[in-house]
């Protein structure tokens, strides 16, 4: 199989061998629209999810091909050993469902087993690299669920990409090699456990990671995914949870996951929460992830002072959708956690009368008003007996996002994570086990004693910040596609690409392209480098405390339906995105 890489990073076998620009320009405007698309962060990921389309599979198939070769090529983002959402439309019956396989707590977890004797909280490495940190697995479960209702292949034959790669080996891209070099210094050099040992996996006898371009194999992955593909359950009930709960209970910092916790998890379908906008509705995954703040964000702007036609030209647009962020975090960070532990008022927060009162919080200036908690109870039909505590959870940045759309027109949008890079660094089978125990908070109750919603318990799932998206139009049908990894970031980099869409009428790849901003609490961060000066000295005389950070790096990826039916992607320049098409 022959893929041509563009220059804009699309894979398409159709436009192999053109040798000079003008016939390509020739021969694109001949070619039939694009009918189906995979975006994903990786073009091996690309070409597996290629490959399962062409083979009459569904965009579920293809995202359990997608997700298998990610867990090898991009391990730092995300694995087999993690979890994720996915948000599947189905064409047919113009319908929504959402596919819940995020980690939950061992039945032993304590909600002070990340404090110290003193009170204090655990530091977030120690906390990162121990057993403490790692949940049960939930994305093979969540696929397995997926398929069983949305499959066409066999299960059995979705993982031959990923098992040649693995065997026959796969060269480090740069991004994973500056990976390696920016933070393979908290993998341990414990080079004496063998295959199943980070360090000899990634780091040469001299102790420095293997460069760029080196074939790297993985024979122990090669036999891990055979065991899932010739049954998913075998990952819950064999060889491998006991394996996963031995290493999780190592020192240093042993964890309490036992192979009964893993045989007792179990993946969950639930229904999308929607967000009217304009005459499209945008939909996500419900608690506990946090799309619910994506949807707040949208319809504070729906309902308040929305962006001027002026676009990202205008510094005033870009103060309004940063408080309308902070109205959403604020709210997001007090309320959302598990839906099984803690009640919510989800209805409040999405209502259109709250959104609105909240929207009359922006103003021509940075205020302490659009940093603060609301209060959505008064709007969802009954008040809270109790006041939730001040939010101590610290969010990382990690994960993956891809986006899919088949040939029968149904859609995938799902983001997976380890949680932080590399996860806990420890490895079983070939993979990364997650720490996403590190995503609650480490502290139980705030300083004035009340409960925090997304604090430890056993068997509960850490509230997550993935927020797959899919926009639907008037009418019911499929519109767009998008999501992103970054840790709490995830939230504003789905909301920058949709308001670059939708409100300032850019095409995928520019919305895309836009700076990032995160406003989250007090300080709004913009992505130094592409955010021009006037904009960040616009902000500072607006009153706003401004960070121009490096360190927004989204990886988007979006798939969006035009008018005429064809579909048209993006993917973020600032990983290794690949859109492909058939």
């Known amino acids: 199989m022959k893929f041509h890489l ?5 894979l398409s076998v159709s436009l192999w061998g053109c040798s000079s620009a003008e016939n390509q ?15 994903t962060a990786n073009p091996h990921a690309t070409a597996a999810g290629l490959e399962i389309l062409r083979a ?53 977890a304590k909600p002070d087993m990340f404090m110290l004797e003193n009170g204090d909280s655990m530091s977030y490495i120690d906390a990162k690299t121990s057993g403490l940190s790692t949940g049960v697995p939930g994305i093979v479960s969540m696929l ?8 066409t292949l066999e299960w059995s034959s979705l993982f031959s990409y990923a098992s040649k790669l693995a065997t026959d080996g796969f060269e480090i891209s740069p991004r994973l090699h500056g990976m390696l070099e920016r933070f393979g210094k908290y993998i341990p050099s414990t080079r004496d456990q063998g295959p199943l040992d980070a360090h000899n996996y990634f780091f040469d006898e001299a102790g420095q990671p293997h460069p760029t371009g080196y074939i790297l194999k993985n024979p122990e992955y090669a036999k891990t995914l055979q065991i899932i593909a010739n049954d998913p359950s075998e990952f819950y009930h064999g060889d491998i949870a006991k394996k996963i709960a031995a ?9 309490s996951l036992t192979a009964e916790d893993i045989a007792a998890y179990q993946a969950v379908k639930r229904t999308a929460l929607c967000q009217d906008y304009r005459d499209t509705q945008i939909c996500g995954a419900p608690p506990p992830s946090s799309w619910l703040a994506v949807g707040m964000i949208m319809g504070i702007l729906e309902n308040g002072p929305r962006p001027s036609a002026a676009g990202p030209g205008d510094p005033n647009n870009w103060a309004v959708l940063a408080q309308a962020q902070q109205l959403a975090y604020a709210d997001r960070d007090q309320f959302i956690a598990d839906p099984n532990f803690i009640d919510m008022p989800i209805t409040g927060m999405l209502n259109k009368e709250y959104l609105a009162k909240r929207a009359t919080l922006i103003s021509d200036k940075a205020t302490p008003n659009t940093y603060a908690v609301g209060d959505p109870w008064a709007y969802n039909g009954k008040q809270s007996s109790e006041t939730a505590g001040i939010d101590a959870t610290r969010d990382v940045h990690g994960t993956t996002h891809f986006v899919i759309v088949d040939t029968k027109g149904d859609v995938v949008s799902m983001t997976a994570t380890v949680e932080s890079i590399f996860g806990t660094t420890r490895m079983v089978g070939g993979m990364f086990l997650n720490n996403q125990l590190t995503d609650f908070s480490f502290q139980h109750h705030d300083k004035n004693g009340n409960a925090i919603v997304n604090a430890v318990a056993a068997n509960k799932r850490p509230r997550s910040s993935m927020s797959p998206s899919i926009v639907l139009d008037k009418d019911g049908e499929f519109l767009l596609a998008t999501g992103s990894p970054g840790g709490n970031n995830i939230i504003a980099y789905t909301v920058k690409t949709l308001v670059g869409v939708f409100e300032w009428d850019l095409n995928p790849q520019a919305a895309v392209d836009l700076p990032n901003m995160v406003a989250r609490g007090k300080t709004v961060r913009l992505e130094k480098d592409v955010a021009p000066e006037s904009l960040i000295s616009a902000m500072r005389d607006m009153g706003f405390d401004v960070d121009a950070s490096k360190g927004e790096n989204s990886g988007l990826s979006v798939i969006m339906r035009q008018p005429d039916g064809s579909l048209e992607g993006a993917a973020d320049k600032r990983r290794e995105g690949v859109i492909g098409t058939l």
Not at 247 to 255: E, F, H, L, S, T
Request: hydrophobic share 40%; net charge negative.
């Open 6 to 10: 563009l220059a804009f990073g699309v």
């Open 25 to 39: 320009t020739e021969l694109k405007a001949t070619l039939p629209k694009p009918q189906a698309m995979v975006v």
């Open 56 to 108: 009459g599979g569904s965009a579920v198939d293809a995202a359990i091909a997608i997700e298998s070769v990610l867990s090898l090529v991009e391990p730092q983002s995300s694995g087999l050993a993690g979890g994720a959402f996915m948000v599947h439309y189905d064409n047919e019956t113009k319908s929504l469902a959402v596919y819940d396989g995020r980690e939950s707590a061992p039945s032993g």
């Open 144 to 151: 397995s669920m997926a398929h069983k209702d949305q499959g």
């Open 247 to 255: 290493m999780v209970q190592q020192q240093p910092r042993a964890g």
